[in-house]
C-alpha cells in the first residue's frame, strides 16, 4: 500500500518511528508534502533519509500571500531535487480567507506551469472553491498528470475523470455521514485510484480522534475495498501500479 500524501512534519511523533511503523503495516512508499520553504525543505531530507518517502514541492493556497517570481524561483530550485516526485499542493481555499484571492490564483498557475517544466505531477487542494479549482485546471494543466488530493466533490467526479485526473481518497471516506463520497469511491476507474491519509488530519474511522499517521491509510484502503467489492489484495496491488504511474517511483 502507498500514502500518497502526509505532512510528516506536522506529526508528532519522530519521523523514523512513523516509517518503521508503515512499513510494519505494510505501507510501501510515502509522498512527503511541502506546504512552503520549511515544509518543502523537511519533505526532501526525510525523502533522503528514508527510501520509502518522496517528497511534492509546493505552496499551499494559505501559504501563498504575495507570491513571486522570487518564490517560484525557490520551488524551481527545490523541485530539481531526485527525491520530487510532485508538485504541490497547490490549488485554491476559499473556505479560509488567509490568503488574497488574486495571490492563490497567481501560485497556482505558477506552480502548474513548474509542473509541465518538471515533467512532474501536480497534486491539488480546492476547499470551497470547485468552481475556480476546476476552471483553472482546464486552463493551466492540459496534458499534465493532475491528483485530486482529499477528493471531497463527489458532485464533480464525472468531470474530473473525463479530464483523467487521478482521485485520491483519504480518512473523511470512512466515515459514517459520508456515503456519497463512498458513492463515488465505488465509481472511480481502477486506474485513476489513490489512497491518502493527510497525516496528522483526517484519521479514518477506526482510529478517528487520534492524530493521524501514514500507518492508517490502510484503514482507508479496507474501507475502499469494500465499498468497491474486491479484495484487499487487488485494491492495493492496483493503487501501487497508479501511484508508479503517475509520481513515476
Known amino acids: 500500500m502507498i500514502d500518497s500524501h502526509a505532512h510528516l512534519d506536522h506529526c508528532s511523533r519522530d519521523e523514523a518511528d512513523l516509517i518503521a511503523d508503515a512499513e510494519r503495516a505494510g505501507v510501501r512508499r510515502v509522498l512527503a508534502i511541502g506546504m512552503d520553504g520549511a515544509s518543502c525543505r523537511a519533505a526532501l531530507a526525510a525523502a ?3 527510501p520509502q518517502v518522496h517528497a ?3 505552496r499551499h493556497p494559505n501559504s501563498a500571500t504575495g507570491f513571486d517570481d522570487a518564490d517560484l524561483a525557490e520551488l524551481e530550485a527545490l523541485a530539481a531535487h531526485e527525491r520530487c516526485a510532485a508538485i504541490g499542493e497547490t490549488g485554491l481555499d476559499h473556505y479560509r480567507d488567509h490568503t ?3 495571490d492563490q490564483v497567481r501560485a497556482f498557475a505558477a506552480q502548474m506551469e513548474l509542473a509541465r517544466r518538471a515533467g512532474k505531477p501536480v497534486v491539488i487542494h480546492t476547499r470551497a472553491a470547485e468552481d475556480d ?3 483553472m485546471l482546464a486552463e493551466h494543466a492540459a496534458g499534465l498528470r493532475v491528483v485530486m488530493h482529499c477528493f471531497s466533490m463527489p458532485d464533480r467526479l464525472d468531470e474530473c475523470l473525463d479530464r483523467g485526473y487521478w482521485i485520491s ?3 473523511n471516506v470512512t466515515y459514517p455521514k459520508s456515503d456519497e463520497l463512498r458513492a463515488a469511491a465505488a465509481r472511480v476507474p481502477e486506474d485513476r485510484l489513490l489512497v491518502e491519509t493527510d497525516a496528522p488530519y483526517l484519521a479514518a474511522q477506526p482510529v478517528r480522534g487520534q492524530e493521524n499517521e501514514p500507518r492508517h491509510v ?3 484502503a ?3 475495498a469494500e465499498t468497491r467489492g474486491v479484495e484487499y489484495g487487488e485494491l492495493e496491488a492496483a493503487i501501487e501500479r497508479n501511484a508508479a504511474e503517475v509520481f513515476g517511483w
Do not use: D, K, N, S
Request: no cysteine; hydrophobic share 50%.
Open 48 to 50: 533522503e533519509a528514508f
Open 56 to 58: 511534492a514541492i509546493g
Open 100 to 102: 488574497p484571492r488574486e
Open 133 to 135: 479549482t476546476l476552471a
Open 169 to 171: 481518497f483519504a480518512g
Open 218 to 220: 490502510v484503514h482507508t
Open 222 to 224: 479496507r474501507v475502499l
